[in-house]
């Protein structure tokens, strides 16, 4: 076993990723505050550089690349969000990347993630295992595998959007983070342990993939097939290896959002709150609302993970 980050390794990311990843408003509604009785408080990921928090993780995984690894370059494998973030933090770097997208990741996060120069390598999802193509790519070309969630540097650098979150609002009494493999709440669990005590963090993932539940109550990781469901970032098969760990030690509970709750999250923050957040970044929300736990009077944090999500998808979830 690895050992685990610390809050002091998001404090050390916080300060690399100044002046790179954007501090990212937190936003209010009087609508959400009386739907669930509460004060509620929203990190708005979605408006992070490239349109989600991975930006924060890969920045602080690459910027301690050494000088070799540097010119070798970077491979991952994700179906987006931590595909463009990779891309985009390479090329603030001059860090070439290689990416591996399955051939059904939506088309805008192909497209922005060969905008930012990165190379594109498709593969099929439901047949073949990707963490093997990338590690053979990183043997035969030396290049280095950032994972997109099961890494120190990457948790760490997850970990700052709750920090900011609660630097700029005070303590919390709850918070709700999405979650597929589970780096952004591992790294929330990391700023909450440290920074805001007696906080009770509420993991949420797919009902249709609920494998971290799984995993909590039997007390080891547990793999599932690849899930269907609209939140494309959290069809993950199963935890990592240290996020289980800090999950299973800092995380009160794992509760489900359907993808009908989804779509509802999703038409909430568009008409309400005139943002954009793609299927996956609603599970937070989605949690608060139907997970049925006692919210009335607290106040409570939700992270908006991401908004990539093609115009045209968007139109037909919502519609
Ligand atoms: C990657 C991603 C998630 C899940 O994050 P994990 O760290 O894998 O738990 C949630 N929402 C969005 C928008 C993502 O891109």
Redesign the pocket.
């Known amino acids: 076993m690895p050992t685990l980050p610390t809050f002091e390794d998001v404090a050390a990311a916080a300060q690399r990723l100044a002046g790179q990843a954007h501090r990212t408003p937190v936003l209010r509604s009087r609508t959400a505050d009386q739907m669930l009785g509460a004060e509620v408080f929203f990190k708005c ?2 408006l992070q550089r490239a ?4 930006f924060r ?1 890969a920045f602080n995984a690459l910027s301690r690349f050494d000088a070799a690894q540097r010119r070798a370059g970077v491979v991952a494998f ?5 595909a463009q973030a990779i891309a985009l933090a390479g090329r603030v770097l001059g860090i070439p990347a290689a990416i591996l997208m399955p051939h059904d990741a939506p088309r805008s996060k192909v497209a922005a993630t060969q905008g930012y120069g990165a190379e594109v390598i498709r593969f099929d999802r439901y047949r073949e295992d990707r963490e093997a193509i990338a590690l053979r790519l990183a043997q035969d070309r030396g290049l280095t595998l950032v994972p ?2 099961d890494h120190p540097d ?2 760490a650098g ?1 970990g700052t959007a709750t920090l900011e979150l609660i630097e700029e609002v005070g303590a919390l009494d709850d918070l709700f ?11 929330a669990a990391l700023a909450t342990r440290a920074l805001a005590l007696g906080c009770r963090i509420h ?1 949420v993932e797919p009902e249709a993939g609920n494998d971290a539940q799984q995993s909590i109550a039997r007390g080891e990781i547990v793999h599932i097939e690849t899930p269907q469901t609209i ?1 494309d ?2 069809q ?1 098969q199963h935890l990592g290896r240290l ?1 289980f760990e800090i999950i299973r030690r800092d995380v009160a509970d794992i509760v489900t959002a359907t993808d009908a709750q989804l779509v509802q999250a999703m038409r909430f923050f568009f008409e309400r709150m005139k943002l954009v957040v ?1 299927p ?2 609603c ?1 937070g929300f989605a949690g608060a609302c139907h997970a049925g736990l006692p919210l009335a009077g607290r106040r409570v944090g939700v992270l908006i ?4 999500v093609d115009l045209q998808r968007f139109a037909e979830l919502t519609a």
């Open positions: 990921e979605n349109g989600a928090f991975k993780g994700s179906s987006g969000n931590h997109p969630y990457v948790i997850q983070v999405c979650l597929g493999g589970g780096g952004l709440l591992s790294g993991g939140a970032g959290a993950t996020t793609e996956t970044g599970l993970s991401g908004g990539n």
